[in-house]
């Protein structure tokens, strides 16, 4: 029996090609460190973990819950947003819960996209946004970002014709896997853009949270006239050191929530409600374990910058995200570079053309293992590379 079309022509997931190069190497008896995949290595708050326990005890919620969230779960979601970026949500129209972001992210495409629609998709880019809209049946314009640029894409380059066609406009800042941010300007001109070619912007924020040297990423849901095109993206994954919990939303313009409501309600049975009861403690609760999550990995973002930058590098230190984005030494592919480096190193890091073809020439470390493992790492590509030229 063949496989439908649409799962045929699904490129391997850039990940688990990963995953699988890591169980490979370590069965060769490889002391393998992983920089590829952003997977906090950090802890759950306890006050996150306890809430979950209480309320797994509860028979109540091993009963189905609903499939937007529960609504005290979309109120610490709107609370926390005008808290942070001082944004309204009513929680009722303009919230709802996901089984984490990339759920909705794939999902979205689903409620707008036809066969033949485009989506315009940032390259390099978080490989979700162009495999949803594949799923979907769309076509993919890839928005090339750019050192040049800042890693913004340069809405002015996009054809006129293309807009007119584009459905959905992804955009993520901070940005993976660059490290790149937009600040407020960037994103009235997305707004403008959006309100010009009638689509809908999805922005995925999945990184807010993540920033350094005093650095505080904006919400796109600040800006004037966001909520009248757009929606934007965020968990408790990466702030909360929650990833495995599986647990995010979506918030923003009220129809366009509303139609992602109404395909989940077709297509799951929403998150557990134990798990959204730890959500609303995470949400809502002390949030001072936050700074000491910014501390550890801006510790570690400098252990590896400023080790690359002793052999050969030039980087500067990226404002968020916990990933280095940095270009592969002269005479190397992406590809190739990161074959050497596990082959001669026993590191894993993250090609970049796995996220676009713009990807090509670079890639990405993770900042997701100690500081100790990092140090480590550091001196293994000294020995195996010296100094390197671009």
């Known amino acids: 029996m063949q496989e439908a079309r649409r799962i045929r022509e699904l490129p391997p997931y850039l990940f688990a090609r990963i995953e699988k190069k890591i ?97 315009l998709v940032p390259d390099p880019g978080y490989p979700v946004y162009h495999i949803g809209t594949l799923l979907a049946g769309g076509e993919s314009y890839f928005m090339p970002l750019t050192a040049a640029n800042g890693f913004l894409p340069d809405l002015k380059e996009i054809p006129s014709d293309v807009a007119r066609r584009a459905k959905l ?16 300007k960037f994103f009235q001109e997305v707004v403008e853009f959006a309100k010009n070619y009638d689509l809908i912007v999805c922005h995925d924020a999945a ?8 650095y505080r990423a904006p919400s796109f ?51 557990f409600q134990a798990v959204q009861y730890a959500g609303i403690a995470a949400l809502t609760g002390p949030q001072d374990g936050l700074a000491e999550v910014r501390r550890i990995y801006q510790e570690r973002r400098d252990i590896i910058v400023e080790g690359l930058n002793s052999l050969g590098w030039q980087l500067e230190k990226p404002k968020a995200t916990f990933y280095v984005w940095a270009p592969v030494p002269k005479g190397y592919t992406s590809a190739g570079f990161a074959e050497m480096v596990l082959e001669k190193a026993g590191v894993i890091i993250t090609p970049g053309n796995g996220y676009g073809n713009y990807g090509e020439g670079y890639f990405r ?26």
């Open 23 to 119: 169980e490979v190497a370590r069965e060769q008896g490889v002391d393998i460190i992983s920089l590829g995949i952003g997977d906090p290595d950090l802890p759950t708050p306890a006050h996150v973990i306890d809430k979950l326990v209480e309320q797994a005890h509860n028979p109540e919620n091993h009963r189905y819950p609903t499939s937007v969230g529960m609504l005290s779960f979309r109120q610490a979601v709107a609370d926390w947003y005008r808290n942070l970026y001082n944004v309204d949500l009513d929680p009722r129209r303009e919230v709802v819960t996901l089984i984490g972001s990339k759920e909705g992210i794939a999902h979205i495409s689903f409620c707008y996209v036809d066969p033949g629609d485009i989506n």
């Open 169 to 184: 406009m992804f955009i993520n800042y901070p940005n993976n896997p660059t490290g790149a941010v937009a600040d407020l």
């Open 207 to 214: 990184y807010s949270e993540i920033t350094y040297d005093g």
């Open 221 to 271: 849901l600040q800006t004037p006239g966001a909520k009248d095109v757009g929606i934007e993206f965020n968990s408790v994954s990466k702030p909360y050191n929650m990833t495995g919990w599986r647990l995010g939303w979506a918030c923003g313009r009220a129809d366009v929530i509303e139609a992602l409501g109404r395909l989940k309600s077709n297509i799951d049975s929403g998150a």
């Open 365 to 390: 470390i993770a900042l997701t293992i100690s500081k100790e493992r990092m140090q480590e790492a550091i001196e293994r590509l000294r020995r195996a590379l010296g100094k390197v030229e671009f």
